[in-house]
DNA sequence: CTAGTTGCAAAAGATTTGCAGACGT
DNA sequence: ACGTCTGCAAATCTTTTGCAACTAG
């Protein structure tokens, strides 16, 4: 049985083509960070046949079953609209966008996430989710 | 000569109508963080006569301007696709965004400001802008 | 006067949904 | 066989744009 096939069944999902193109590509390819177009052409150009509404419906399920995470990073200018996904590997890190290349870097830094915790506890809450994104630009 | 009319001259925009409601609006309203909707809304509630396509316009003006920040949530729940707007009243804060009641609460913390800008500088590159948000509850 | 602005309606871009047919177990 | 998926097209939602009329300086 292919390694897609029992993360599927773990999630309660059944073990479709189109899930296990998705899951498979996310793993495979060297782009981290991929919009819901960007595997949607990716997967078509390889000649398999799925529909964009399919990819976003799988999206949302894995992003459910937290076997990817998705994020929305502003392109800078502001526009970009658009949410890109990233497989979820357990242990968590942000990112640090670069606003001329659009490279996009993650990082993990402890003394930070000790701040939050911290910091939310100082107003009353505890911390169920956080985003952190720099960015930035090549230093001169 | 209102307090509006001088930050819009001085951002070498003219000074009218919908602008300076806008910038009113958001000078006084208690609830700090308003989507391009809720100022329409506002405003047309009180009376004024404006188009939901000038709000956006303003609000982006003002935005390039720097008279105002915008920010993209994300409601927990992933849904929300809606950029809101607050007043830049220079000093520079992040959010933390309470999942159950919606409450927005802004803070600063100088230690991690400057982890930030380590970080960005141990990878060759200088921070442009950052965003960072905490989605919190109410400690039990 | 005249360039900058506005409102409306239409367009655009991203994501979601209804539905009939196809598929996994 | 049965309930779950899928693809397509149409619908939704937020934001942007074209354009003719209006207005601030």
């Known amino acids: 049985m292919?390694?897609?096939?029992?993360?599927l069944k773990k999630a309660g999902l059944?073990?479709?083509?189109?899930?296990?193109?998705?899951l498979?590509?996310?793993e495979t390819t060297?782009?981290?960070?991929?919009?819901?177009?960007?595997?949607?052409?990716?997967?078509?150009?390889r000649g398999e046949e799925i529909g964009l509404a399919t990819v976003y419906r799988v999206l949302s399920q894995f992003e459910a079953a937290r076997l990817v995470r998705k994020h929305?990073?502003?392109?800078?200018?502001?526009?970009?609209?658009?949410?890109?996904?990233?497989?979820?590997?357990g242990e968590h890190h942000d990112h640090m966008v670069c606003l001329e290349s659009g490279e996009v870097v993650e990082f993990f830094d402890e003394a930070i996430e000790r701040r939050?915790?911290?910091i939310a506890r100082e107003h009353g809450f505890e911390i169920v989710d956080?985003?952190?994104?720099?960015?930035?630009?090549?230093?001169?």
Chains 1, 2 share one sequence.
């Open 2 to 7: 292919a390694g897609e096939s029992s993360e």
């Open 14 to 22: 059944k073990v479709t083509h189109p899930r296990r193109q998705i």
């Open 24 to 26: 498979r590509l996310l």
């Open 30 to 45: 060297e782009q981290k960070h991929m919009t819901a177009d960007d595997i949607y052409r990716a997967l078509v150009d």
């Open 72 to 89: 929305v990073f502003d392109d800078g200018t502001g526009r970009s609209q658009q949410a890109c996904y990233e497989l979820d590997e």
């Open 116 to 118: 939050q915790e911290e």
């Open 130 to 140: 956080h985003s952190m994104v720099l960015y930035v630009k090549p230093k001169k």
